[in-house]
Nanobody, 116 residues
């Protein structure tokens, strides 16, 4: 099994910044990608940002230019630096790991609340 432990969520004012971290441990063989998703109340879970082991990144249009995803391969950790936060960024943020092209794992989620 793979465990994903997220940290860094919290309450922040609009325009502020937060940094999320997600550390993976357990039966890790070949990671394809890691990423962050979010789910706001009453909405579907959506991709925020992803990064492959080769360093390729992709972002949701709504966060481009404000969020930056990065990773520490040696620590099996992925980060999400969030800046210029808006009230619409309020959601539960989930870490995701894909390995061996087919095995999908999720963290327990961390709440991000942006007050306007």
């Amino acid at each position: 099994q793979v465990q994903l432990v997220e940290s860094g969520g919290g309450l922040v004012q609009a325009g502020g910044s937060l940094r999320l971290s997600c550390a993976a441990s357990g039966s890790i063989f070949r990671i394809n990608s890691m990423g962050w998703y979010r789910q706001a109340p009453g909405k579907q879970r959506e991709l925020v940002a992803g990064i492959t082991t080769r360093g390729s990144t992709n972002y949701a249009d709504s966060v481009k230019g404000r969020f930056t995803i990065s990773r520490d391969i040696a620590k099996n950790t992925v980060y999400l630096q969030m800046s210029s936060l808006k009230s619409e960024d309020t959601a539960v943020y989930y870490c995701n790991l894909l390995q061996l092209a087919a095995l999908d794992y999720w963290g327990q989620g961390t709440q991000v609340t942006v007050s306007s």
